[in-house]
């Protein structure tokens, strides 16, 4: 009997560490993204960059980062000195009893002097 809890706990923590495994990563890429995307605003904002510009550096930095989405998910909005990016999407997290998806929206605003 001792036995068979001391395998249940084992199991139990074989099970939590394997969803952090799963979970975390996707989570901790998203906020790499958050700084790139607040990152890009701020530059932005202060050069002559397009839009598509923009758009096109968002995208590479969130290739490098393993997120799943295309150039269309990224919206960038320029007036001026003021920029805006914005981007939504999903990972999937594929647990055996469970599967599910991870919704992202990172978003930045920044306006130059």
Do not use: C
């Not at 036995?3 to 923590?13: C, D, E, N, Q, R």
């Not at 989405?69 to 009893?97: C, D, M």
């Amino acid at each position: 009997m001792k036995h068979l809890k001391a395998l249940s706990g084992v199991l139990i923590l074989v099970g939590i560490g394997y969803v952090l495994w799963q979970v975390v990563p996707p989570i901790f890429n998203n906020y790499q993204f958050e700084d790139v995307i607040e990152q890009e605003a701020r530059i932005g904002s202060y050069s002559n960059k397009s839009e598509e510009d923009i758009q096109e550096i968002v995208f590479t930095k969130a290739k490098d980062l393993n997120i799943p989405l295309t150039r269309e998910q990224i919206k960038v909005e320029r007036n001026g000195n003021f920029v805006a990016i914005s981007v939504a999407y999903k990972v999937h997290v594929n647990l055996p009893v469970y599967p599910f998806d991870l919704n992202f929206s990172p978003s930045s605003k920044n306006k130059g002097m």
